[in-house]
């Protein structure tokens, strides 16, 4: 049996309402001020009305901090972090996307009043460090798995993302409940779906630190997302499925953030960076061609999640393979997400800073298992461009 560490969230709760329990967590704790990391769209939309009613029935003190964007740049992390120590705050509260809750998990580190470190010295593996405050993570999309990994990814410069990847991340309490994606429309579903696919594919694959554990969870995620994700896309109010879709996401999330993920996320960074095509839709883009790529290398695993998929598939592990590629080229058509470059406005001649871009991703493309070079990238952008 092979030796591995695996590590995650101490306190995961699952289950449509249970957001309830958060009056439990809070009132166990003399918390004196709470932060609420989200973004404008959440307020907006209201969703963030069921946690104020739990702080109001605690007669607890709190603030927002709602200017969180997609794939956050460095000056608006370093707002939330000032706005936070301003507001002498104990506990965080990151209720979102994945964007919302990697800002929560900077603010938590950065935001104590006995760390001394700054947003530059996190950057990279291991480096963030204790102390931090309390961390509570809710998500409202079943896509990042970000409620239960130990990363945040900050838009670096102009382009590039950098991540923050250490165990001081891992949240306190991670609450899913799926009532607060009942409303999503039927693209950011499609896109953070299969977002939370690919976690969960990659990870299978992962080329380090794949573990037994890791497997069984990445198993179970796929699982569960292949077989709710059309039932969510055909009715949005199958609440059912949503739960599912979001137990999937949670499940994917904890298998990557022991296995790391790979060349698809390497691909996806560029045309977030550049282009600032969402990261589940850039995931979309690449995931047949990264596939085919990595068949070579990753058939038999491929083969192994058909099977487990789909457990009346038969057939040599080529063709298994084979199935399993067409099976999510099947998902990607039917979600409604435009699939080619072109049509997105990414202009031919970006093609090959693209690929110089992905290739300086080494942290995840250690992961996979195969080697890419930038020919390689360049021929996955190509392939996808018309």
Excluded at 117 to 142: F, H, K, M, W
Excluded at 166 to 188: C, E, G, K, M
Excluded at 285 to 291: G, H, I, M, P
Excluded at 364 to 376: A, F, G, H, K, M
Aim: proline share 4%.
């Amino acid at each position: 049996m092979q030796n591995f560490q695996f590590q995650t969230v101490g306190n995961i709760i699952s289950g449509l309402g249970s957001i309830s329990e958060l009056y439990n967590i809070l009132k166990a704790k003399p918390y004196q001020r709470l932060l609420l990391v989200t973004d404008a769209g959440i307020l907006q939309q209201q969703l963030h009305l069921p946690i104020l009613e739990i702080l109001e029935q605690l007669q607890l003190d709190y603030a927002i901090y709602a200017n969180v964007q997609a794939d956050p740049a460095e000056q608006i992390v370093l707002d939330a972090v000032a706005f936070a120590k301003q507001q002498k705050i104990d506990v965080v509260f990151g209720f979102g996307g994945g964007s919302a809750m990697d800002v929560a998990k900077i603010i938590a580190v950065l935001s104590h009043p006995e760390q001394h470190q700054q947003l530059s010295d996190l950057y990279g593996v291991g480096n963030a460090q204790a102390p931090r405050l309390p961390l509570i993570l809710v998500p409202t999309t079943a896509g990042t798995g970000s409620e239960v990994t130990p990363i945040s990814i900050v838009t670096t410069g102009t382009t590039s993302k950098t991540g923050i990847i250490s165990p001081i991340l891992y949240a306190d309490v991670a609450i899913l409940d799926a009532n607060f994606t009942r409303n999503l429309p039927a693209q950011i579903t499609a896109a953070t779906g299969i977002d939370a696919m690919v976690h969960a594919i990659e990870a299978y694959t992962s080329k380090i630190k794949k573990n037994a554990y890791s497997d069984l969870l990445a198993k179970q995620a796929l699982r569960l997302l292949d077989q709710n994700l059309k039932l969510v896309l055909e009715d949005g109010n199958n609440m059912q499925a949503r739960q599912n879709m979001l137990f999937g996401s949670m499940l994917a999330g904890q298998a990557f953030a022991n296995a790391p993920v790979a060349a698809v996320h390497a691909l996806t960074y560029p045309l977030g960076g550049h282009f600032h095509i969402s990261h589940g839709h850039s995931n979309a883009l690449v995931l047949t061609e990264v596939l085919k790529f990595n068949a070579p290398a990753a058939k038999q695993d491929y083969a192994e999640l058909m099977c487990w998929l789909d457990p009346r598939s038969k057939g040599c592990t080529d063709g298994l393979c084979d199935l399993f590629i067409d099976h999510f080229q099947n998902h990607l058509e039917q979600s409604g997400l435009t699939l080619k470059l072109n049509t997105l406005g990414v202009p031919e001649n970006m093609l090959i800073q693209l690929a110089e871009d992905a290739l300086l991703q080494t942290r995840l493309l250690q992961n996979n298992p195969r080697e890419l070079q930038v020919q390689d990238a360049l021929n996955i952008y190509q392939a996808i461009y018309a």
